[in-house]
């Protein structure tokens, strides 16, 4: 059972939205749809609610049949839907903004159709106890990341919007267990990531990120960017667009009942991944609801919907950062097509 305090702050919000997202629904008839998607990461608390959608049917009544593979970075997901290794990914709109930005005259890229995580999550996490506490004190510094780390790609961007040289700081490589390790150890100075996987992989080694850890968050340089979407390839997008649909249904129905029970969805989680340790999974979930997907403009437009206007500035910050050949029109990155209706749409996380 949830705690009081998960039901009190994260109980189904969405009014009207969640009664019509709950309502059972019959099974398809037909043979399911068989495919695959690679996830932003290995298996945590914060996807929960793909997994609650497969565990509690709500793919099975869409007539979805999904393989969920872990994943190695919000960038590599993009890159492995591009390339055709997967139909679906849970990858950095920022990354995919890149590839159709950089992709060959006439070139067709894969299609953001669900921007799940609203706020921007970028960060460079240094010690608390060290020198570094602005952005300008990372002249002549080292930091790491695993190299599909969006933040880690993201970095030009940060530096230019910043106001450093990006070439004044040594940029390294690191596998993504280690991470926080090296920081802890002083064998970098500064480590990429999101803030919420950093804090809850700092617990994990004993470590209180409060005590231990300062963040220089990449939205206080001014960087308001979406981050993690669903990413759908131009195959799946022009061949099953209505499985498309079912598929984005059920997970919204997932996202409903991890607001309504935390718990289960670490559960969900642990039943991929029995090794996890469940309240660090459910510390990091409710912290990616409050912090990742809380945007106030959730309440206008739903979970999985965009701004026009701020995704539109969102493209311009990385196309100008990152010198892209071309900027993308905003309809090249992302359709808002195949989301349920927004009555059905969780609109507010409590």
Known sequence: MSSPLSRRRFGVAAGTACLAACLPRPALAQTPVRLRMVLNWRYQGPQGFFFLAEDRGFLREEGIDLVMDQGNGSGAAVGAVGSGSYDLGFGDINALVSLVGRASPGTVGPLAVAALYNRPPFTIAVRADGPIRTPQDLKGRT????ANDSALKLFPAFARMAGIDPAGVTVVNMQPALREQMLQR???DGVFGFVNT???????IGLDPDRSLRFIDYADAGMDLYSNAVI???RLVAGKPEALRRLLRAFNRGITETLKDP???VEAVARREP??????????????????MSHPEGRRIGIGDVDD???ARSIAIVAEAESLPRMPAPEEVFSRAFL?????????LG
């Open 340 to 348: 349920p209706p927004l009555a059905e749409r969780v609109t507010t």
């Open 309 to 311: 206007a701020r995704f």
């Open 275 to 292: 090794l996890i340790d469940r309240g660090v999974e459910k510390d990091r979930l409710i912290a990616t609801l409050k912090a990742e």
């Open 186 to 188: 002083g064998q970098v």
């Open 143 to 146: 930091v790491g990341g695993p």
């Open 198 to 204: 950093i804090r809850f992989s700092a617990k994990l």
């Open 232 to 234: 759908a390839s131009r």
């Open 263 to 265: 718990d289960a969805a």
